[in-house]
């Protein structure tokens, strides 16, 4: 991934959802995107707090990307969870140099 001057790149990394809770993006005060793309055919839900269910969560379906950026900033923590089975995620963060 090419990184523009002043900004830190990330490698993509994963994170697995199941039916318990799951942090799968930490807080980060620097971050300038993230995006989060659902490879699994299980729909993930997605939340900005501990409590995301499948009742109130974000609907990421399979091939779906969930988008964190300038335009719609937020630099907390991300949770998800599934209804049934499990859901791999593919994350990627960029964020101002010398973060974290």
Sequence with gaps: MKTPAGEE???PSNAVVGTT??????????RLWLRIK???QTVC?????Q????ANGYHLNQNEVLVID???PYSG???????VSTANLRIIEVSRAGSQ
């Design 9 to 11: 790149g990330h490698n």
């Design 21 to 30: 809770v799951k942090e799968i993006v930490d807080y980060n005060a620097q």
């Design 38 to 40: 659902n490879l699994s």
């Design 45 to 49: 839900y997605v939340g900005l707090t």
């Design 51 to 54: 409590g995301v269910s499948a």
């Design 70 to 72: 300038l335009t719609n």
């Design 77 to 83: 923590p991300i949770y998800g969870i599934t209804s």
